[in-house]
């Protein structure tokens, strides 16, 4: 009995871990108030959609603006699903092209290793809640079509939720450093051109590139939600 109560213990000890992990985010949260507001604001400023007010949010932070804007954008990738071009546009105006491209590249890195990790702790349940469980159906399909090459073709398309492609990856058996190459590599050519448009663009042209690119990816969306409701109707007729 004393084995068996030993082994139950060893069962339940990472469960208990990862229950206590949530529990302790969730207390301070709701009971730190600066850390409550601070996520907050984050929130409301990414919600409109502005690089300028995100820029006049990092540039607030003075020489710790760099270190912000990391961590920004590992924000945006774990808990606000919003377009991560909008950080990169900003990243390139206040840094230069070249500089916020790397910024935006190593923290765009750092946010998919950790959505590749929460889902792969806690699993299927809590990311259908994080993101999407009809999307994250359909990533599935595209991982299983696409199989190795699923995350590099992910990558190359605006269109497609970069941080619902890493939650979806931490699902499947793939490994850490095939995941990391392709996402390194996937995500490579739209961080450079973005942030290129963005070093170039200012006022209100931004505004109306960001319009464009924001509309773009939302008519891709619609077109790619059409198709698949078509494919599901005939199937069933």
Request: proline share 4%; glycine share 8%; net charge positive.
């Amino acid at each position: 009995m004393d084995k068996f109560q030993e082994r139950l213990k060893e069962v339940k000890k990472p469960t208990w871990i990862k229950i206590g992990v949530i529990v302790v985010l969730a207390l301070i949260y709701l009971f730190v108030k600066p850390v409550k507001d601070t996520i907050n604001n984050v929130i409301y400023i990414l919600s409109k959609l502005d690089v300028e007010g995100i820029k006049e949010y990092i540039l607030s932070f003075g020489i710790w603006a760099p270190i912000v804007s990391f961590f920004l954008m590992v924000f945006q990738s774990v808990a606000a699903p919003l377009p991560a071009f909008l950080i990169t546009f900003a990243n390139a105006g206040l840094f230069g092209w070249v500089k916020g491209a790397i910024l935006s590249w190593s923290s765009a890195m750092v946010g998919a290793v950790l959505c590749f990790y929460i889902a792969r702790i806690y699993g299927r349940g809590t990311v259908e809640k994080l993101t999407n469980k009809f999307a994250l159906e359909e990533v599935d399909k595209f991982f299983d079509r696409y199989g190795n090459y699923a995350i590099l073709i992910a990558r190359l398309l605006p269109f497609m939720s970069f941080d619902l492609v890493s939650y979806a990856a931490g699902l499947t058996p793939m490994k850490l450093w095939p995941f990391i190459w392709a996402t390194g590599l996937g995500q490579l050519p739209a961080t450079i051109v973005y942030s290129y448009v963005g070093g170039m663009l200012t006022g209100g042209v931004k505004k109306f590139v960001t319009g464009l690119l924001i509309l773009f990816s939302l008519s891709i969306l619609v077109f790619l939600i059409k198709k698949i409701w078509n494919e599901r109707n005939k199937v069933k007729e």
